[in-house]
């Protein structure tokens, strides 16, 4: 890898190869054997790399740009306390020096042991109660310490800040712009005022069935890059993001088992639909970011057309109707509540199948 120095830290991430990431493995303090093949990852890069004894470790290359190495930190930090609290995680596995996190020309990486299973295929009653026994478990742990540099889940991190940046990068179409901006603002302002007073902390923040590997019938944790500062039903209303009545008695049993670890105050109930409008704004401010990236037009083609923003437009618009009818305070919010709907898009953007 002797030009590794010479390549900005993006374009490098853009051209890791087999070789490159071997060399960092090595540079880590690990023998590796020539074995190296890539995993299913859109935002990171992830590899399954072969070490000279034989034994098989995930090297994880993190984005440049997006986290810094005290949240990355802190990220690693909460996985360390699940795993001392036996909660079952996919946990980080240290460099022979004691640490989790490196750094190769400007790219943090760090290692997980190779772990089998698979993503649920689908929630039975019993499986949710699981699942919210484990979800509470995460959370009794999140409260035992403090992320003073990860994100804040609310509306102008995840809403606000996205908008301006699509609204300063020419993402969105003419025609769409007023109305997706002011759904947008409207849920960020519902976000906020539903968190108000919310006690918040350290959460999965991803929590979705495609996190998770079932693996001898005990669930596993995964990928906590997108922790967050935030409300326990962050983590309860992605697993059961449907809103039927199936999905509504899948939640109970939630909600069921994870109080038999933790209190879950009911009233927050209430933030799924502004959260589901976040991640929305979220979900689409990450693909227009992410679009120099050379996988992602060959993944979303349908990204950036008319009729992408048209869909997401509507559906931003059906969870300011909602919100106008549970809790109708202005006559902007009345005005945004008369668009017309569209059904709601699938929010698990990272859930590889």
Same mark, same amino acid.
């Given at each position: 890898?002797?030009?590794?120095?010479? *390549?900005?830290?993006?374009?490098?991430? *853009?051209?890791?190869?087999?070789?490159?990431?071997?060399?960092?493995?090595?540079?880590?303090? *690990?023998?590796? +054997?020539?074995?190296?093949?890539?995993?299913?990852?859109?935002?990171? #890069?992830?590899?399954?790399?072969?070490?000279?004894?034989?034994?098989?470790?995930?090297?994880?290359?993190?984005?440049?740009?997006?986290?810094? !190495?005290?949240?990355?930190?802190?990220?690693?930090?909460?996985?360390?306390?699940?795993?001392?609290?036996?909660?079952?995680?996919?946990? +980080?596995?240290?460099?022979?020096?004691?640490?989790?996190?490196?750094?190769?020309?400007?790219?943090?990486?760090?290692?997980?042991?190779?772990?089998? =299973?698979?993503?649920?295929?689908?929630?039975?009653?019993?499986?949710?109660?699981?699942?919210?026994?484990?979800?509470? #478990?995460?959370?009794?742990?999140?409260?035992?310490?403090?992320?003073?540099?990860?994100?804040?889940?609310?509306?102008?991190?995840?809403?606000?800040?996205?908008?301006?940046?699509?609204?300063?990068?020419?993402?969105?179409? %003419?025609?769409?712009?007023?109305?997706?901006?002011?759904?947008?603002?409207?849920?960020?302002?519902?976000?906020? /005022?539903?968190?108000?007073?919310?006690?918040?902390?350290?959460?999965?923040?991803?929590?979705?069935?495609?996190?998770?590997?079932?693996?001898?019938?005990?669930?596993? /944790?995964?990928?906590?890059?997108?922790?967050?500062?935030?409300? %326990?039903?962050?983590?309860?209303? *992605?697993?059961?993001? =449907?809103?039927?009545? %199936?999905?509504?008695?899948? !939640?109970?049993?939630?909600?069921?088992?994870? !109080?038999?670890?933790?209190?879950?105050?009911?009233?927050?109930?209430?933030?799924?639909?502004?959260?589901? =409008?976040? #991640?929305?704004?979220?979900?689409?401010?990450?693909?227009?970011?992410?679009?120099?990236?050379?996988?992602?037009? !060959?993944?979303?083609?349908?990204?950036?057309?008319?009729?992408?923003?048209?869909?997401?437009?509507?559906?931003?618009?059906?969870?300011?109707?909602?919100?106008?009818?549970? +809790?109708?305070?202005?006559?902007?919010? /009345?005005?945004? %509540?008369?668009?017309?709907?569209?059904? +709601?898009?699938?929010?698990?953007?990272?859930?590889? =199948?």
């Amino acid at each position: 890898m002797d030009d590794i120095g010479k *390549l900005p830290a993006t374009d490098l991430f *853009l051209a890791l190869t087999p070789e490159r990431v071997l060399d960092a493995v090595e540079q880590g303090g *690990l023998r590796c +054997n020539p074995v190296c093949y890539p995993l299913n990852s859109f935002e990171n #890069r992830v590899y399954e790399v072969e070490l000279e004894d034989g034994r098989r470790v995930v090297a994880k290359f993190y984005r440049p740009g997006r986290w810094s !190495q005290a949240q990355l930190l802190e990220e690693h930090a909460f996985m360390a306390d699940l795993v001392r609290a036996e909660v079952p995680i996919c946990g +980080n596995r240290p460099f022979p020096d004691g640490t989790t996190l490196k750094q190769v020309a400007g790219i943090w990486f760090c290692l997980y042991d190779r772990f089998g =299973g698979r993503a649920p295929d689908e929630l039975t009653p019993e499986l949710a109660q699981r699942l919210g026994m484990m979800a509470a #478990r995460i959370h009794n742990v999140g409260d035992g310490a403090r992320a003073h540099h990860r994100l804040v889940l609310g509306g102008e991190t995840h809403v606000r800040q996205n908008l301006r940046w699509l609204l300063d990068h020419g993402a969105l179409p %003419a025609s769409l712009r007023e109305r997706y901006s002011a759904a947008a603002l409207h849920i960020a302002d519902a976000v906020d /005022a539903g968190l108000r007073q919310v006690p918040v902390g350290r959460i999965h923040g991803d929590f979705h069935p495609g996190n998770l590997l079932l693996r001898d019938g005990v669930f596993h /944790a995964l990928d906590f890059d997108d922790m967050v500062v935030g409300p %326990a039903v962050q983590d309860l209303w *992605l697993l059961v993001p =449907g809103q039927d009545a %199936a999905s509504l008695h899948l !939640q109970e049993c939630l909600i069921e088992g994870y !109080q038999q670890f933790r209190d879950f105050d009911r009233r927050t109930l209430a933030l799924i639909e502004p959260l589901r =409008g976040l #991640r929305l704004v979220h979900y689409a401010a990450w693909l227009a970011r992410r679009w120099h990236d050379p996988v992602f037009p !060959q993944v979303w083609p349908h990204f950036g057309t008319e009729e992408y923003w048209a869909d997401e437009t509507a559906s931003l618009e059906a969870i300011v109707r909602h919100e106008v009818q549970a +809790n109708p305070t202005s006559d902007q919010a /009345a005005k945004a %509540a008369e668009e017309p709907t569209l059904t +709601n898009k699938d929010y698990f953007f990272d859930w590889e =199948g």
